[in-house]
């Protein structure tokens, strides 16, 4: 009898394909891609955990800036946090219409390309993009810091933590949506209700006097480690300042717009329904953690314990509660990455289908999810990590560049749009 002929090299694919097989999952056949829709549930903890998670870091950045100017200029926190909140509604609002206009999704992009040019177009896919890049960069850098905040020990150990949470995101998306939804419901859901335990908590022990504000002596010395010389003056730039790096809790909501087809029947009616949820949670937990930090006089250092640290040990002290905050506040920003891994893969589809960007990118992979975009996303976010040393400080000012430009394009694309209706 004859031995069975073997092709040099095949014994190494078929390991190589074992290991693929056992990282991301059998593939799927494409009569199962509608049975990966998401409920108005899983689709509140994939797409909204981005602008959620936002609260961990948004106020802190208020105050990083603002404390540039001493602790008189920490009362304009509120004030900040109040115009943010009304420019997040206009946006919710906006974006309520361009959902129900295009219910296909694709976002600022496709109304920006349809309505005002190529030319528009592309700058708003541009600016998406390097939104969802910074949105895995600045998240992942929040989680690692809310966990060396709780462990201090592992803050040597930040850049390294990084790539690991980025590598295991990238795992995680490859294996598809309905993976990714049952991996993320529980801490997006764990987190908003800390979160909401945290500021209920902290409004009734400051009703009853229980939380008195940061000792002056103390105080001092954090806002001297934050100012690193002399004052700043408390003008219109500095107040600017504050406004653009606490406008990084706008971040995310466009995210269900550009997501509109992984709802379930009707999906714009559904993709509305969340998007108004997810706004009113967001508002809520953004403002009491603001109101929090402005009563209790508490300042932030860069790469030191993050402000939500040190509100939950006032509030809740060195116990359960705090260990519960730390580490929904770790998942749900590793996780909140997620957002920019279920939008960005579809943008740099829409892009290639256009011609714009690399045909590969619009090809689904064996697990029904655009593999080639989530490996480039993870590539990109993996060097602005490495650059910006994994601080969320660094990487925040380039955050809203891209925010304010597509929001911008695809608001002037909808007025195009709507006057033609007409």
Not at 64 to 70: F, I, K, M, Q
Not at 179 to 184: C, N
Not at 268 to 290: E, K, Y
Request: proline fraction near 4%; aromatic fraction near 6%.
């Amino acid at each position: 009898m004859a031995s069975p002929s073997v092709t040099p090299g095949s014994a190494g694919s078929t390991g190589r394909s074992g290991l693929r097989r056992w990282l991301i999952g059998e593939p799927l056949p494409t009569s199962a891609h509608a049975e990966e829709r998401l409920s108005n549930g899983e689709a509140l903890a994939i797409l909204s955990s981005d602008a959620l998670s936002s609260v961990a870091y948004a106020t802190q950045e208020i105050v990083l800036v603002l404390s540039l100017a001493g602790a008189a200029a920490l009362g304009a926190t509120v004030p900040i946090t109040g115009l943010i909140v009304a420019l997040m509604l206009v946006v919710a609002i906006s974006y309520r219409q361009t959902i129900k206009a295009y219910p296909h999704g694709g976002g600022s992009y496709r109304v920006s390309h349809d309505n005002l040019g190529v030319v528009p177009g592309l700058v708003a896919g541009a600016s998406l993009a390097i939104d969802y890049v910074l949105t895995v960069s600045v998240s992942v850098a929040a989680g690692i810091a809310a966990i060396t905040s709780y462990m201090p020990a592992l803050a040597t150990e930040r850049i390294p933590l990084c790539l690991l949470a980025v590598g295991v995101l990238m795992l995680v998306n490859l294996r598809g949506v309905r993976s990714s939804a049952g991996l993320l419901s529980l801490p997006t859901f764990l987190f908003m209700g800390t979160v909401v335990t945290l500021v209920v908590m902290g409004l009734v022990k400051l009703r009853l006097g229980l939380l008195p504000p940061l000792d002056a002596a103390a105080q001092a010395r954090q806002l001297a480690e934050a100012q690193g010389g002399e004052l700043a003056a408390l003008g219109p730039v500095l107040l600017m300042r504050a406004f653009s790096s606490g406008c990084a809790a706008l971040t995310g909501i466009e995210a269900i717009s550009d997501s509109v087809m992984v709802f379930r029947p009707v999906e714009w009616r559904n993709a509305r329904r969340v998007l108004t949820g997810m706004v009113i949670v967001l508002a809520v937990m953004f403002s009491g953690i603001s109101v929090l930090a402005s009563q209790m006089g508490l300042v932030y250092v860069e790469n030191g314990p993050t402000l939500l640290y040190q509100l939950g040990e006032r509030i809740f002290a060195n116990g359960l509660l705090l260990s519960v905050l730390q580490l929904s506040t770790l998942l749900i920003l590793l996780l909140a990455a997620n957002t920019a891994y279920a939008d960005f893969p579809r943008l740099a589809a829409f892009l290639a289908q256009d011609g714009y960007m690399p045909r590969q990118l619009a090809s689904l992979g064996d697990r029904l999810v655009f593999s080639n975009g989530i490996a480039l996303l993870s590539g990109f976010a993996t060097v602005l990590l490495v650059l910006f040393d994994g601080s969320v400080t660094r990487l925040i000012p380039l955050y809203a560049v891209g925010v304010f430009t597509s929001f911008t394009l695809s608001q002037a694309g909808m007025v195009v749009h709507w006057w033609k209706q007409q």
